[in-house]
Structure formats: structure tokens, C-alpha cells
Nanobody
């Protein structure tokens, strides 16, 4: 399984950030997995953003829920995250990853993509 993030590297404050994860080697509609987004701000630890299930249900971190939307495109085996009203505090490396429904382990990750929020 391979995951690849894509999206803009630079976003202006107050804009909406959209990132897409393209999955190969496995279907995002397989019932044994969820598909998530995680980020790591500079000098800080990993922060869970949310995930989307094989059926399309979504789950978000409470701290980001009001600004986050995760969606999917099964026809292209992709899922995306939108983060609205971004600030410089949203600057981070953003990762997409696969999460097993049993055990909850994120077992496959994308390489990550740097997103900088700056005017």
C-alpha cells in the first residue's frame, strides 16, 4: 500500500487549505481500514486531525472539528482534508495514513507534505 499527499505548499492566512491523499495498492472502501490525516507542527509532536471510514463516516479531533472536513472520492481512490480559516499555527507537515479498524494502528503513511501558512 502506498499513500501520497498532494496540495499547496503555501497558503495565506484565513484561506482554506485542501490536501488530497492518493492511495495505491489498496481500496479506501475496504471495510477493515479507516483513512486519516495527521500533522506535525515544527518542533512539536504529532497531532491527529481526523479520519474517514470505509463507508464515508467521519471523525474529527475536537480542537479542529469546527474547521475541518474530510471527504473521499472512491472512483479515484482518494481522500481529502479541508481546513478552513487557517492561521500560521496551522503550519505543519501533513500526513495521510491508513488506520486499521481492529487495533487502531496507523500502519501505512504517506511521506508527508509541508504546508506553510504565511502572507
Amino acid at each position: 500500500v502506498q499513500l501520497q499527499e498532494s496540495g499547496p505548499g503555501l497558503v495565506k492566512p484565513s484561506q482554506t487549505l485542501t490536501l488530497t491523499c492518493t492511495v495505491s495498492g489498496g481500496s479506501i472502501t475496504t471495510s477493515t481500514y479507516y483513512w486519516g490525516w495527521i500533522r506535525q507542527p515544527p518542533g512539536k509532536g504529532l497531532e491527529w486531525i481526523g479520519y474517514i471510514s470505509y463507508s464515508g463516516s467521519t471523525y474529527y479531533a475536537p480542537s479542529l472539528k469546527s474547521r475541518t472536513s474530510i471527504s473521499r472520492d472512491p472512483s479515484n481512490n482518494q481522500f481529502s482534508v479541508q481546513l478552513s480559516s487557517v492561521t500560521p499555527e496551522d503550519t505543519a507537515v501533513y500526513y495521510c495514513a491508513r488506520k486499521a479498524t481492529i487495533g487502531g494502528i496507523y500502519d501505512y503513511w504517506g511521506q508527508g507534505t509541508q504546508v506553510t501558512v504565511s502572507s
